[in-house]
């Protein structure tokens, strides 16, 4: 889910998440989210901070103790650091991601989140401070799929060096 009051925000990142099978559900407001996740199964949210009514850190800490298991994204142009400390250490954001976006930085918060929300919940840890381990596995499994080969090494001689072809 997106929620973000800026229509062409909405529209360009769901565009771009749908063409990578991604199913994407928008909200132009923190209500309107709200109501959406009453009849939706999400796994991630990204909410903006600056929005009418109600601000994006205010929706997130409402989704956190209604939906513990859905991981947040806070997306703001706002690079105020009270903001993302109080995201990060009490709202238990999985990312905060400033504005403008970069689509392939926000391609691969959403990536991750979404590897992350398929770990048992009782093998990540707590929902604010997902295990390491299990964070860093998945990590690597994606690098695997965007890079075939980058998490093998080449085989070794007799004496423990790396055999290096084409040298």
């Known amino acids: 889910m997106i929620v973000d009051d800026d229509e062409s925000l909405l529209k360009s990142a769901s565009r771009s998440l749908r063409q990578d099978g991604y199913d994407v559900i928008v909200a132009s407001s923190s209500d309107r989210a709200i109501e959406l ?6 796994s991630v949210v990204v909410s903006d901070y ?6 994006g850190l205010t929706l997130l800490k409402k989704i956190r103790i209604e939906y513990p298991d859905i991981l947040l ?10 903001v993302a400390v109080e995201a990060i250490n009490n709202t238990g954001i999985f990312k905060f991601l ?17 590897k992350v929300h398929r770990i048992p919940v009782e093998t ?4 604010d401070n997902p295990d390491p381990e299990r964070v ?3 990590m690597i499994e994606s690098l695997e799929m965007q890079h075939p080969g980058i998490t093998s090494l080449p085989p070794r001689d007799k ?9």
């Open 98 to 114: 400033l504005k403008p976006i970069k689509f392939s930085e926000f391609k691969n918060a959403i990536t991750m989140a979404v």
């Open 50 to 55: 600056m929005m009418p009514k109600v601000d």
């Open 37 to 42: 996740l009453k009849e939706h199964r999400v």
């Open 124 to 127: 990540r840890g707590d929902n």
């Open 159 to 167: 004496e423990g060096y790396f055999l290096i072809e084409n040298y």
């Open 136 to 138: 860093s596995e998945t």
């Open 73 to 82: 994204i806070m997306l703001t142009a706002v690079s105020d650091i009270n």
